[in-house]
């Protein structure tokens, strides 16, 4: 079984330190000054803001990551079970780091942003990359999923304009809302069949065979405990996006049956 090496535990590491400055320090000092409304926020609002912020950096970062590597890390297309590891294992270092720092904000801060789902989610992704970082086990897997973060940044600003006040039938609000139901379903629910497709094309194959029994349970288990979990996610936000454009249609109805504008 190979080890973790200083490199990628570095980097695991720097980003869980990152992450806790981030929270702790950057997002309340920058967030003041950009936000009129952060100031007014009570305690409990002020963690969730700031653990959101950290949430959407992340987002950010390890998404424009994985979409190069999607695009153009021949090595880790052409062999999804043992391609060469290396650019993986830096963005599954950064995700590590911030799964840890996230978990420890839930556990610290638990009547503010605790969720046992999102227990069960950091767990369960952690687990699977443990054999990421560990034996550079399934890298074109572990990429895919972690592409599933470009949503992220639209579900947390519907949280923002949510907390600082915006009407749900605000065209920012709407939106960021279709947005988010969009981005939502395409990278992480439309592409359940394509992973599944790509996970069933490799069973059986010598490579897979090499993959030591804890990878295995450690990538079927994590995917469908994910997937089961961006349903039920997926589900709410679609409700959610539904009520709020019909919501604003009646609106706009009743409007122009008043003779008033838009």
Known sequence: MDTFCPLVTGISMTSFLAFQCLFYSVSPWLSARISAGFPMLNGKQKIEWNSRTVSTLHAV???LFCLYILFF???VNEDPI???PALVKISVGITTGYLISDLLLILCYWTAIGE???VVHHLASLYACY??????VLPYFANFRLIAEISTPCVNQRWFFEVLGYPKSSKPNIANGVLMAVTFFLVRIAVIPIYYGKMYSVYGL???ARMPWGGRVAWIF???????????WMHKIARGCYKVLLSSQR??????ENGKPD
């Not at 054999?131 to 550079?136: I, R």
């Not at 994590?222 to 961006?230: F, G, R």
């Open 131 to 136: 054999y990421v970082l560990g034996q550079g």
């Open 206 to 208: 010598e490579s897979m």
């Open 222 to 232: 994590s995917s469908i405990c994910l997937d089961i979990m961006n349903i039920v």
């Open 251 to 256: 609106k706009k109805t009743e409007l122009q």
């Open 82 to 84: 043992w391609g060469d």
């Open 73 to 75: 890390d021949d090595a």
């Open 116 to 118: 046992m789902s999102y």
């Open 61 to 63: 970062v390890v998404g």
